[in-house]
């Protein structure tokens, strides 16, 4: 399925983008089911909060009726929504005003071994770390050369995912999920205050254990209580 830019079907961009020159803007990575979105209020909310946060004037409204008419001819698969501040000049300074971009794309949906869920999966501990920048944290901002370099650390296929620290240490994500530990009938996920994605996964399980009354704590977690737990 061809990709939409601005509302319509293309591909082309302009050499001047601010997401291609800087990273400058956050995207989203949604699953799509019979042309529905499970989570759709979840990825709508941390993309208002992502653009209040980086000043990006995005029209919400309008954004999410494109991204429905667009998982409607998805059917089953991912979609991929990037906002950027659009084109600027030379220069970190944002362009005032700015005209932010819109792309979305499609993918299929993942499968993952059924042995996965049943077993659980091997994780690989990268020595990439994670830098703190409260400013972005828990956005999924446009940045993600710490996963790049993290993904690229292993090429063992028994491995399905990584494991990131902060530069402390502190175990806080994978490189492209988010990680719960259960201790003592409760469940422990990392402070995502300094950095990490907050993952729209991660609030919906986090409202599903409140609502069955279990213990959650957001806290520090060490590389030794994972290990444990």
């Given at each position: 399925?061809q990709g ?8 082309q961009?302009s050499?001047?983008d601010r997401?291609?020159a800087?990273g ?11 042309g529905?979105?499970?989570?759709l209020?979840?990825?709508m ?11 990006i004037?995005?029209?919400l409204p309008?954004?999410e ?7 409607g ?16 000049q030379r ?5 005032q005003?700015?005209?932010p971009?819109?792309i ?6 993942p499968q ?12 690989f501990?990268c020595?990439t770390r994670?830098?703190?920048?409260p400013l972005l944290?828990g ?18 296929a028994?491995?399905?995912e990584?494991l ?5 240490g502190?175990v806080?994500?994978g490189?492209?999920?988010?990680l719960?530990l259960?201790i003592?009938?409760?469940l422990?996920t ?6 990490g ?5 991660r609030?919906?399980?986090?409202q599903?254990a409140?609502m ?6 957001l806290?520090d ?7 444990s737990?």
């Open positions: 399925m939409w830019v601005n509302g319509a079907p293309g591909e961009l050499v001047r997401g291609l800087y400058d803007g956050l995207f989203e990575t949604i699953a799509v089911r019979g529905r979105i499970p989570l209020a979840r990825h909310a941390r993309l208002a909060d992502g653009c209040r946060r980086l000043s004037p995005l029209d309008q954004m009726s494109e991204l429905q008419a667009f998982a001819q998805l059917g089953d698969g991912v979609a991929k929504l990037v906002v950027t501040r659009g084109e600027g220069g970190y300074a944002p362009p005003p700015c005209q971009l819109r979305l794309q499609a993918a299929p949906l993952y071994p059924a042995v996965h869920a049943e077993q659980g999966v091997r994780l501990p020595e994670l830098a703190e920048q944290a956005l999924k901002h446009l940045n993600r050369l710490e996963q790049v370099l993290a993904r690229a650390e292993w090429q063992d028994e491995c399905a990584g990131m620290r902060d530069s402390h502190r806080i994500e490189v492209y999920s988010n719960f259960v003592e009938g409760g422990v990392a402070d995502l205050s300094r950095c994605v907050a993952g729209v996964m609030a919906e399980l986090l599903q409140q069955l009354g279990l213990a959650i704590e806290r977690i060490s590389f030794e209580e994972l290990l737990a």
